[in-house]
Structures are given as structure tokens and as C-alpha cells.
């Protein structure tokens, strides 16, 4: 972490992205660095006032783990602009001010996507200060051209390096955790091939329903909102070569080139699956049909729970499917890898019955691992038992955000999306995308509060 002062300005401080992950990702980041030193300055189009800014960023700080004292000295100095991101003279002097301070300067744009791209457009008729870093989150366009799109508008106001596309995935812990499991230890890596492993499963399945998130979710979808970004990418940290060095060259290289040769299985897009649940029971609370949810339109087709499966065409993994999964109101709320080993070639005659093949679960939330093995040592001797090795995984004192954050903070982009990896992502999925618009993969239903719909099970 950079002891340089930084001035990180948020625009659409008034929103709850801010309020409920960005400034408690920062409490956590200064918690673990107390010397950090952040100018932070938030602005908003409607004026939440300074002294409620003050108030919102002490609380959201102190939310995060960050100490008391050091919230309050922070909050004491934050300040709040009321801002429209679209009027260039308004940005000239939010800028200017911003570069008065003499610090390395990060523009976190958490708004929705079509403003931060207004905005950004906006920035392309201004000088912008030396070295200015752009923060923006996902979706990275809504397709393939439109990211190629916006890739370029952001490359003519700043060079690459200095983009920062955030995917919070990219800051958990378990996710980062694949590297030092492959790479760390003897055990898995020389069988981290198709020769080895059957099949990978890649899970992100949430108990938690719509939860009032309409106005985003409803014209996303789980396809775009966690499969198109987030298992896409850990898909390809999953499988990707091992890099020489951690660095931010070297890791993103390798995951554009495990993205480059990823394809849907087959070349099938109507081999993916949709469904959409309806009114059913969590947790002993009823669960309404999603499309009597407030703010969704039923005419739209969102998908709530979505399944595609893809094969990465290299040595490495040939022949191997990755099946990844993501949807809300679900009865297990699983999120993790699932990895499935191939059977042993041989077995000595004398044992009764067939070893089970191992199997590897890497759980994201909670963080925890655990390694099926065949033993005879319990019952039989001549009989195959399954026995679990199992471990919980510490938790990292720095939440995904922090993470990411501290990249951004200290200039270094390794835990962001470069630009190119971002347009492999819409390629590999946009044939779904139009296979669902078109109508060639029926709409399913399932009950809320089940593990999906009972044909697919």
C-alpha cells in the first residue's frame, strides 16, 4: 500500500453502492493500514448536504472495522459536492479543485452505467489532470460492440494503466485463494489438467430474493449480473497458466488468454439453461412469484436463475466442461467450485467395490475447502469408504472492496479488469444472449425456496 497521499473522489456518493460497500471496504482497508492517508471527497447530483456526508462516512467507516478515532478524523475532513457528472463546466471545476490538492487523483464512478459512460464522454473535451485513474463497475457494456465502445472512450481519456474496472469477485479471498492452492502446493498442480479432473462445476446460488433490487436486477438478470462478469472470471483464474511472476502484466495476460480460448460447449447456445422462480418458502418466510415483485416487468422474461456450459479449447483443458450456475431465492445458497476427479485408472483385484472419484470442494462463502478421498480402514478392509479432509478458510480483515480499493488507491491494477478481457467475456456469452432474446431456450420456472426447477435436477 502507497504511503502517497490520494484524493478519491465517488460520484453518486448518495447511493447505496457507496453506503453499503464502497465506504465500508475503505473502514477495512484502513483498519489494516492505518497510515493510509485518503483525501476523500464525495459528489452527488442531488445535495446531500456536507454535515449528512460527515455523519453517512463515520458510520460507514466504523461498519467496516476501521477504528473509531481515525473514522472520526476522516469524516472531520471529507467533503461533499452536489455534482451533474453531464455538464462539462460543472466537471472543469469539480477537476480543478481536485487537482489543487497536488495528490494522485481516483474518480470512483458509482452510478449506472449509461451515466458513467455520459460522464466519461464528458471528460474526452477536458484536459484532465496528470495522471488521473477512472474507477467504473460493471456491466462493462451491454454487449460486445458497446464494450468495444466504451473501451476506446475510455482509452482516449486515459491510457490503460489507469483504468480500473472493478469486479469485487476479484477481491475475495477464496478467489484469490485458487492461485496459492495451484501454485503453492505439489500436490494439486501437476493434476490440474484434463487428464486428471472430469469436470468443474462453478456455483454462485443466493437464498436472498429479490430483495428490492428491481430497478437494477430486472433488466439484468443472473446471466449478466453474475455469470457474464464474475464466474466467467473465476473461471479463468481457475484454469489459467501459472503466471512467472504476480504481477499485474502477467496475470491479467494469462486470464485474457484462458478467456480467449473459452467457448460454450459445443458451440451451443440453446445447450444453456433460464428459469424464473415462483412463490414459494425461505426459511419459513413466504416468497412471492418474482413477477409480482415490485418494479419487474413480467413482459421482460428475466431470467432469476441461469446455467451455461463452456469448454476452454487448449491443451490444458480439452474435452473438459465447466458448468457454471447462478440464481436468488434458492434452497441451499451454495456458492463455491466444485471439482470432480476422474476414476483411478486401476484398482488391485481384492477390493469389493469401486473407489468414488475425488472431490474437491472449494466454498467462496462461507471460505472453507474440503477433499473427498477413498480409505478402507473403517469398516471392511476390502471396502472403499469416502472420507473428508475439511478445513475453514481465516477470513480475510480486508472485505473484497478493500481489496480492490487498495489497488486502486496505490495505482496498481492487478485486481482489475483490463479492457481486452472485458470484451472476451461478451464474446463468449453474446450467442446465449441471443439465443434467450430469440426465443430458442424456453423460460423455466421453479419454486421459491428449491434447488431450481425439478427437470433439471
Excluded at 336 to 357: D, T
Aim: glycine share 10%.
Amino acid at each position: 500500500m502507497s504511503a502517497e497521499p490520494v484524493t478519491l473522489a465517488i460520484l453518486g456518493a448518495s447511493g447505496d453502492l457507496t453506503h453499503r460497500l464502497l465506504l465500508p471496504g475503505l473502514g477495512t482497508l484502513l483498519r489494516a493500514h492505518p497510515g493510509l492517508q485518503v483525501d476523500l471527497v464525495g459528489a452527488a447530483y442531488d445535495d446531500l448536504g456536507e454535515d449528512a456526508w460527515r455523519e453517512r462516512v463515520g458510520e460507514a467507516l466504523v461498519d467496516g472495522g476501521c477504528r473509531s478515532e481515525q473514522a472520526r478524523a476522516l469524516a472531520s475532513t471529507t467533503r461533499f459536492r452536489q455534482l451533474d457528472v453531464t455538464d462539462a463546466e460543472a466537471m472543469r471545476a469539480f477537476l480543478a479543485e481536485l487537482d489543487g490538492a497536488g495528490h494522485a487523483i481516483v474518480l470512483y464512478f458509482a452510478l449506472p452505467p449509461a451515466v458513467t459512460q455520459r460522464a466519461i464522454g464528458v471528460l474526452q473535451g477536458l484536459d484532465v489532470p496528470p495522471g488521473l485513474r477512472l474507477a467504473i463497475e460493471k456491466p462493462f457494456g451491454t454487449g460486445l460492440h458497446s464494450a468495444q465502445e466504451l473501451n476506446d472512450l475510455l482509452t482516449s481519456v486515459v491510457p490503460e494503466q489507469q483504468i480500473f474496472r472493478v469486479d469485487h469477485y476479484l477481491g475475495k479471498a477464496t478467489v484469490l485463494n485458487l492461485l496459492g492452492l495451484r501454485f503453492g502446493n505439489r500436490i494439486f498442480e501437476p493434476v490440474w489438467n484434463a487428464v486428471n479432473i472430469e469436470r468443474v462445476e462453478i456455483i454462485a446460488d443466493e437464498a436472498l430474493a429479490l430483495e428490492g433490487r428491481a430497478g437494477y436486477y430486472d433488466g439484468a438478470g443472473a446471466l449478466k449480473d453474475m455469470i457474464q462478469s464474475h464466474l466467467l472470471l473465476v473461471t479463468a483464474l481457475f484454469a489459467l497458466e501459472e503466471p512467472a511472476s504476480m504481477d499485474e502484466l502477467e496475470l491479467r495476460d494469462l486470464i485474457v488468454h484462458a478467456l480467449r480460448a473459452m467457448h460454450l460447449w459445443e458451440d451451443d447456445p440453446t445447450q444453456s439453461r433460464r428459469a424464473r422462480y415462483t412463490e414459494g418458502q425461505i426459511d419459513g418466510r413466504t416468497v412471492p412469484d418474482y413477477t409480482s415483485e415490485e418494479g419487474v416487468d413480467p413482459d421482460r422474461k428475466t431470467e432469476t436463475l441461469a446455467e451455461v456450459t463452456v469448454e476452454i479449447r487448449n491443451s490444458r483443458w480439452a474435452g473438459v466442461p465447466f458448468r457454471l450456475r447462478s440464481g436468488k431465492a434458492l434452497g441451499s445458497g451454495f456458492r463455491g467450485i466444485v471439482v470432480k476427479f476422474r476414476p483411478v485408472a486401476h484398482l488391485p483385484s481384492g477390493f469389493r467395490n469401486e473407489a468414488a472419484p475425488n472431490m474437491m470442494v472449494i466454498g467462496i462463502a462461507p471460505e472453507t475447502i474440503a477433499l473427498g478421498i477413498a480409505t478402507n480402514g473403517e469398516g471392511s478392509r476390502w471396502d472403499f469408504e469416502q472420507t473428508t479432509l475439511s478445513a475453514n478458510l481465516s477470513e480475510s480483515p480486508v472485505r473484497p472492496y478493500g481489496e480492490i480499493l487498495d489497488g486502486i488507491l496505490s495505482g496498481d491494477p492487478l485486481l482489475s479488469v483490463r479492457g481486452d478481457a472485458t470484451e472476451e467475456l461478451w464474446r463468449i456469452l453474446d450467442p446465449v444472449f441471443e439465443a434467450w432474446s430469440d426465443g430458442r431456450v424456453p423460460l423455466d420456472e421453479y419454486t421459491a425456496g428449491s434447488y431450481g426447477p425439478t427437470a433439471w435436477n
